[in-house]
């Protein structure tokens, strides 16, 4: 059975600090890896998507990296800010997938303390 | 553009009550989605439509019926409500059946059966 798993589950840093948020995959085929945000109360918003080909991606202070040799991925948070307070969310799609086939991670959640 | 709108947002109901769920989106997508959000869980996709008048069974479906009359509505009902069913649901979209698209999610509806 596909699996994601997110580790860790939850975090807090310190505003300004970075992290680090590590996704963990078993989907295969595999087709592309993606990042949502979900702040509490709201529905998951797109971060980053990297297709197999592509090592690392970028959406301002957020990048994303990814090895598909070992089925890993982190999503890294630079110069954290309140605002990055949220739910992460790692989601796997398989090659001849929709959105009917997306396997998604629990999410870790960080809170970012001033 | 408002995107996707849920409604309600919060619902409270009795075991065996009934109730339909509406997601209305603006963004002419084709493909729409319901999934539930449940504590430590990853999403899970219940039913899915690849355009009006199609819908089509995803992971959990039991216990829930969907329709898509128009293109810009998906509802989803629940016809005889179970505690089983208290969670967070949500309705995504995409333009079309290209796997590199972001999903569209709306805000969510908070649904309580006691």
């Known amino acids: 059975k596909n699996q994601v798993e997110q580790s860790p589950q939850s975090l807090i840093i310190l505003e300004g600090k970075n992290c680090t948020l590590q996704c963990n995959y078993t989907v295969s085929p595999f087709s592309n890896l993606r990042w949502y945000k979900q702040d509490t109360g709201r529905g998951p918003v797109s971060l980053t998507i990297?297709?197999?080909?592509?090592n690392t991606k970028s959406n301002g202070r957020y990048t994303a990296t990814l090895d598909a040799d070992t089925k890993q991925s982190s999503l890294h948070i630079t110069a954290s800010q309140l605002s990055d307070s949220a739910s992460y969310i790692c989601v796997v799609s398989p090659v001849w997938a929709a959105g009917n086939k997306l396997t998604f991670g629990g999410g870790t959640r960080v809170l970012v303390k001033p | 553009n408002a995107g996707v709108t849920q409604t309600p947002k919060f619902r409270v109901l009795k075991t065996g009550q009934s109730m339909t769920l509406l997601c209305a989106q603006d963004?002419?997508?084709?493909?729409m989605y319901w999934y539930r959000q449940d504590p430590g869980m990853g999403l899970r996709l219940i039913h899915y439509s690849v355009g009006e008048g199609t819908t089509a069974k995803g992971e959990v479906p039991d216990g829930y019926n969907v329709s898509r009359l128009k293109k810009q509505n998906f509802l989803l009902g629940l016809e005889s409500a179970a505690p089983s069913q208290t969670s967070v649901y949500f309705c995504?979209?995409?333009?079309?059946?290209?796997?590199?698209?972001?999903?569209?999610f709306g805000n969510g509806t908070r649904l309580t059966v006691t």
């Open positions: 990297m297709t197999f080909s592509e």
């Open positions: 995504a979209t995409l333009p079309d059946g290209r796997s590199n698209s972001p999903l569209h």
């Open positions: 963004m002419n997508h084709e493909y």
